[in-house]
């Protein structure tokens, strides 16, 4: 999904608009049965959330030209078919998916789930910097190897385990002031999850210390760090 798309869908104030649509009564009395399992509160919500899983598919397939020819441009450049496959499913990594599965059991909604994921990486893997630690990582398995990461390391780690998990998860990215009184900046990754009934959601996986209190609390975000706007 592009930038300026992404943006608008993490806007919850966008317009909104009633659909209204005919339906087999079995249709809706089966998806009264199906909502409760999948964590919903009522068969709305599903609906809803079956409209977006479908059309998140079609995007991503009208959308798919731009990561075409992205591998076609690198491989022009001398890089490997091997080494574009491993950035593109790094996700579907053995030990990814392995932890993935593990992190998620026991939990039986898709929002249980992205907690369970957020937290284990914002707890268990720890800061580059905070902690002083080495190598400096960036694929999702080096991260998970390893056991360290910066914040966009992180985030990348965080957004394989979502994914191994059918979750949709992207990447973030928020222009930070070193010393909170304007430029120079850094640039900050964190994540953004779809959940069932709040939609695109972000979360910050960086770590918690003095000073920085990152939690899961849809609706509401609570960030690692204050958004201000110029």
Known sequence: MKVEALKQRLNRNRPMTSVTIRM????????????????????????????????????????????????????????????????????????????????????ETPTAIAKACFEWVRDEIRHSYDYQMSPVTCRASDVLQHKTGYCYAKSHLLAALLRANDIPAGLCYQRLSIDDRGAPYCLHGFNAIHLPEVGWYRVDARGNKEGVNAQFTPPQEQLAFKIQFP
């Open 24 to 107: 087999p009564e079995d249709v809706v009395e089966d998806l009264k049965k199906v909502a409760p399992l999948l964590g919903f509160s009522g068969y709305q919500p599903l609906i809803r959330a079956y409209i977006g899983q479908g059309l998140r598919v079609d995007l991503e397939r009208f959308e798919s030209e731009t990561v075409t020819a992205l591998v076609a441009s690198l491989k022009r450049r001398g890089v490997s078919d091997a080494v574009i496959d491993e950035a593109l499913n790094d996700w579907q990594h053995p030990k990814i998916m392995e932890c993935a599965k593990q992190i998620a059991s026991g939990h």
